[in-house]
């Protein structure tokens, strides 16, 4: 048993399926964690939504002010994560490189004498996505690059059948199948773990530049 554990939670679909595999081998998740800046208001993931997840899984959820410089804000934010939490291990949902760029958590976290666990790093993209499916995962997708999905896409459940369609548009775009470089984004409503389905009520589309995404009433 793996003990005094938080999840870096975004409610998205990597987070859940980290959590779930980081729980099957044995870790003791005490918290969710979001850092965010302050007044920070999320296209893809609104933290109205977060709160509704982490009460359906029964786990405290903190949200944790960053600032810039980002490198020092984040630095400051899990070494209270660590110091008022008593937090010893990070699990985040990172897939691979974003940018060019490693881990940002591990960068930041394992200084200050955090350990961080990334489950999903470096998976095969289909697989990762058959697993989500396979655990019972209910994602739904929140926010799309329109340079690589049309609206269309908001709203959609990730079944099987709809991940077909994903891969295969993947494979003739060069898009990541797992939406690693933002070309889109989910919010989980249900699964292992999960009391009830998450219901945040009526969204209509917004747009903010490239972006469309749910808003939520």
Same mark, same amino acid.
């Given at each position: 048993?793996?003990?005094?554990?938080?999840?870096?939670?975004?409610?998205?679909?990597?987070?859940?399926?980290?959590?779930?595999?980081?729980?099957?081998?044995?870790?003791?998740?005490?918290?969710?964690?979001?850092?965010?800046?302050?007044?920070?208001?999320?296209?893809?993931?609104?933290?109205?939504?977060?709160?509704?997840?982490? $009460?359906?899984?029964?786990?405290?959820?903190?949200?944790?002010?960053?600032?810039?410089?980002?490198?020092?804000?984040?630095?400051?934010?899990?070494?209270?994560?660590?110091?008022?939490?008593?937090?010893?291990?990070?699990?985040?949902?990172?897939?691979?490189?974003?940018?060019?760029?490693?881990?940002?958590?591990?960068?930041?976290? $394992?200084?200050?004498?955090?350990?961080?666990?990334?489950?999903?790093?470096?998976?095969?993209?289909?697989?990762?996505?058959?697993?989500?499916?396979?655990?019972?995962?209910?994602?739904?997708?929140?926010?799309?690059?329109?340079?690589?999905?049309? $609206? $269309?896409?908001?709203?959609?459940?990730?079944?099987?059948?709809?991940?077909?369609?994903?891969?295969?548009?993947?494979?003739?775009?060069?898009?990541?199948?797992?939406?690693?470089?933002?070309?889109?984004?989910?919010?989980?409503?249900?699964?292992?773990?999960?009391?009830?389905?998450?219901?945040?009520?009526?969204?209509?589309?917004?747009?903010?530049?490239?972006?469309?995404?749910?808003?939520?009433?």
């Amino acid at each position: 048993m793996i003990e005094h554990v938080a999840v870096l939670w975004t409610g998205g679909k990597d987070c859940a399926l980290a959590m779930h595999e980081a729980c099957e081998g044995g870790c003791d998740v005490r918290a969710l964690i979001t850092f965010a800046p302050a007044d920070a208001h999320f296209l893809a993931h609104p933290l109205n939504v977060i709160r509704l997840q982490a $009460e359906t899984l029964g786990r405290p959820h903190y949200c944790i002010e960053v600032s810039e410089p980002y490198e020092d804000g984040y630095r400051r934010a899990i070494g209270q994560v660590r110091d008022r939490l008593g937090i010893a291990t990070l699990i985040t949902g990172d897939i691979g490189p974003v940018d060019g760029h490693g881990n940002w958590i591990r960068q930041c976290a $394992e200084p200050l004498g955090l350990e961080v666990h990334t489950p999903l790093w470096d998976a095969d993209r289909e697989a990762l996505l058959n697993r989500l499916i396979e655990a019972g995962f209910v994602a739904i997708i929140s926010c799309v690059q329109l340079e690589w999905l049309g $609206e $269309e896409w908001l709203g959609t459940e990730l079944t099987a059948d709809v991940l077909e369609r994903l891969v295969l548009h993947s494979r003739k775009s060069g898009i990541d199948p797992c939406g690693e470089q933002g070309e889109y984004h989910t919010l989980v409503m249900d699964g292992p773990g999960f009391r009830h389905r998450v219901t945040p009520g009526p969204w209509r589309v917004g747009r903010s530049g490239g972006l469309a995404y749910l808003e939520w009433a």
